[in-house]
T-cell receptor, first 118, second 116 residues
């Protein structure tokens, strides 16, 4: 079975601090995809970043960067110079072909509530 | 490009009633998925439709059903509502089968269902 664990329930930082959100996953698939989503108070899940299991190159996109390590099954997400507008719930998600089902189902972590104070 | 549209935004129903939620995907997207979000269980997959066929189903009772129309719009139905069905129901669309690298899911604002 697939599983995603976000050990940090809540994080509180002051504006301009860097913050890293942790994500650990479990899967038997050799091909899988990882995602980070942001959920502001409006409720909509906003797609942020993605990574496939064959590409461990870490990337930076604006203030976002991510660190994917297959050896530790981790997919951590960092926001640099956080802003108040970054306050939201952040979800890590995984998709794969476990159990014979094809992609089309995301397994989400429990979410991390990020509060950025001015 | 318009995003995923879900209607209604809020619903209040009584136990035993049934409810239908609607989802219009992003133009050109052929896959629609539904998720239930509750404080206790988090985000849970309900089902996925692609080309009017259910392709994948989560672990929910048969009271939860859905369908997809030829224009890719989707509806979700819950019959014989229970208090535990109170949740935020999120619809997501993707160009092809959702959840892959080239076809990430794009979510709507959700329908907040309250069962009293």
């Amino acid at each position: 079975a697939q599983k995603v664990t976000q050990a940090q329930t809540e994080i509180s930082v002051v504006e301009k601090e860097d913050v890293t959100l942790d994500c650990v996953y479990e899967t038997r698939d050799t091909t899988y995809y990882l995602f980070w989503y942001k959920q502001p108070p409006s409720g909509e899940l906003v797609f942020l970043i993605r990574r496939n299991s064959f590409d461990e190159q870490n990337e930076i996109s604006g203030r976002y960067s991510w660190n994917f390590q297959k050896s530790t099954s981790s997919f951590n997400f960092t926001i640099t110079a956080s802003q108040v507008v970054d306050s939201a719930v952040y979800f890590c998600a995984l998709s794969g072909r476990a159990g014979g089902t094809s992609y089309g189902k995301l397994t989400f972590g429990q979410g991390t509530i990020l509060t950025v104070h001015p | 490009k318009a995003g995923v549209t879900q209607t209604p935004r809020y619903l209040i129903k009584t136990r035993g009633q049934q409810v239908t939620l609607s989802c219009s995907p992003i133009s050109g997207h052929r896959s629609v998925s539904w998720y239930q979000q509750t404080p206790g269980q988090g985000l849970q997959f309900l089902f996925e439709y692609f080309s009017e066929t259910q392709r994948n189903k989560g672990n929910f009772p048969g009271r939860f059903s859905g369908r997809q129309f030829s224009n890719s719009r989707s509806e979700m139905n819950v019959s014989t509502l229970e208090l535990g069905d109170s949740a935020l129901y999120l619809c997501a669309s993707s160009r092809d089968r959702g959840g892959s690298y080239n076809s990430p899911l794009h979510f709507g604002n959700g329908t907040r269902l309250t069962v009293t």
